[in-house]
């Protein structure tokens, strides 16, 4: 039997990101372009298409889709890529729908996608708690620059949960008093097993520590990839600079914070 891990994660949603375009079309199509094209599940079980049919098969109504995903976001990097991807679809599909689904069904169907899919449905800073299904907002006191490291690493999720010792209930305790880099400070319970798996995470973290600016550091959800928040988006593109020289993926952005 497996363990039910229980999660307490605070989520917050970058300016970078894949970019989808959605137009009708006769039948359904998918293509996929961008720099990680070749590392995405064919059209028919890439969690986008699933997705649209999860919406019809819910009750939604929309005619066929032809659906382009530039894929910018590494591939299992830990960085919700897909389930964003996958949220993206069924907002746009749900608002140009004859007869869209409710905001329950919904989030259900979001939830049935996967653990991150609501969260990426909802948008903004959440923090996420149970199997992804409960969401609060927070206050997060930090907009600014933000670098984003994968060593060119995929990592698969199940892996790292698998190997995953615990605590598999853990509560952060309150977020109420914390800014943003008190918060990342606060850890990873899954970076330990991370490492064990992918030993370049280690270096990837000690370098963005390093690196002139940081405030806090962190691997991004079951990683391989890490981050960083910085004092200024210069330092952050400098700093994005040496980890490519490195051989490293990496991208200066700013933590995006919905009107």
Same mark, same amino acid.
């Given at each position: ?18 970019? #989808? !375009? ?17 590392? &995405?599940?064919?059209?028919? %079980?890439?969690?986008?298409? !699933? @997705? ?24 299992? @990097? =830990? &960085? ?5 991807? @996958? ?37 903004? /800073? ?13 206050? #997060? ?5 933000? &670098? &984003? ?30 800014? *943003? +880099? ?6 990873? %319970? ?13 270096? /990837? ?8 600016? +940081?405030? *806090?550091?962190?691997?991004? =959800?079951?990683?391989?990839? /890490? ?8 330092? *952050?593109?400098? +700093? @994005? ?10 991208? +200066? ?7």
């Amino acid at each position: 039997m497996l363990a039910i891990i229980l999660l307490d994660s605070a989520v917050v949603f970058t300016r970078f990101g894949d970019h #989808l !375009t959605i137009e009708p079309a006769n039948e359904d199509q998918l293509v996929i372009t961008g720099e990680f094209a070749s590392g &995405l599940d064919s059209a028919d %079980d890439n969690l986008v298409m !699933t @997705a649209l049919r999860g919406f019809r098969a819910a009750g939604g109504v929309i005619g066929g889709l032809s659906i382009t995903v530039e894929k910018n976001i590494p591939v299992g @990097a =830990g &960085l919700g890529g897909g389930s964003a991807d @996958a949220a993206a679809l069924l907002r746009a599909v749900n608002a140009s729908s004859t007869a869209p689904l409710g905001k329950s069904a919904l989030n259900h169907l979001a939830a049935s996608l996967g653990a991150d899919v609501p969260v990426c449905l909802a948008g903004g /800073c959440q923090r996420i708690a149970g199997i992804g299904e409960s969401m609060t907002p927070i206050d #997060l006191d930090f907009a600014g620059s933000i &670098l &984003l490291v994968n060593p060119r690493i995929p990592l698969s999720t199940e892996d790292v949960f698998t190997r995953f010792t615990g605590p598999k209930s853990g509560f952060a305790g309150s977020l109420s008093n914390l800014d *943003a +880099a008190s918060m990342v400070g606060l850890g990873n %319970d899954l970076t330990a097993v991370a490492i064990e798996l992918a030993p370049a995470i280690n270096n /990837c973290l000690d370098r963005l520590a390093g690196s002139k600016g +940081a405030i *806090a550091t962190a691997m991004s =959800g079951s990683g391989a990839s /890490c981050f960083a928040l910085f004092d200024h988006i210069n330092n *952050a593109k400098i +700093a @994005a600079t040496k980890f490519e020289n490195a051989g490293y993926w990496a991208r +200066a952005s700013m933590i995006y914070q919905p009107d």
